[in-house]
């Protein structure tokens, strides 16, 4: 029984090896592809917003800013603002438009029209003012801004009353939001 076992063993080894061998399926070819990748095209560069940083700044002047540049931006590439500076007099974080004027002022002093923080500034400027901008003006809702827009698109406007004589808003509304927009 000993021999027996001791030519089995080996036997039963032999056997599971060749069927191993004889059950696999030959192994097909696999060649790894290799993808080239070509480089990534150079990033378009920024557009610039050029503003006018005046007032209470260290180094006043015209600062050029990538689009979507913050007021504090600017502050900051034109110096930052004098120990003589009202500090809440501007909103640090709007957004820079290209052309604008800030002017940072000292206590007590009003910024001069058409700067940041005057009068003017702080209206809805109909020709460039987004969908939520004029969503927010009273009697405005998203289909009239949409129609407003739409119609901006096809002619800008010059007047503030072509709110009305477009037929976009009716006379009561219009009365309402006068003082709140502007034509820039």
């Not at 809805?124 to 939520?132: E, F, R």
């Amino acid at each position: 029984m000993r021999n027996i076992i001791l030519v089995a063993i080996p036997a039963l080894a032999v056997a599971g090896i060749l069927v191993g061998f004889v059950g696999r399926a030959p192994e097909s070819q696999q060649v790894a592809a290799v993808e080239t990748a070509s480089p990534p095209p150079p990033p378009s560069p920024l557009p610039l917003v050029t503003v006018d940083v005046v007032g209470a700044i260290a180094r006043p002047g015209v600062v050029r800013l990538p689009a979507g540049a913050r007021v504090l931006d600017a502050l900051l590439a034109a110096g930052g603002m004098t120990g003589d500076a009202d500090l809440f007099a501007l909103n640090k974080a709007a957004v820079l438009r290209d052309g604008m004027r800030i002017y940072v002022p000292r206590p007590g002093e009003s910024a001069p029209a058409g700067s940041l923080g005057s009068e003017a500034e702080r209206k809805i400027d109909l020709n460039s003012a987004s969908a939520l901008e004029i969503e927010s003006l009273p009697g405005i809702g998203p289909s009239t801004a949409a129609r407003i827009i739409r119609s901006r698109t096809q002619r800008r406007f010059s007047r503030v009353d072509e709110l009305q004589l477009r037929g976009l808003v009716s006379p009561r509304v219009l009365a309402d939001l006068r003082d709140l927009v502007t034509i820039r």
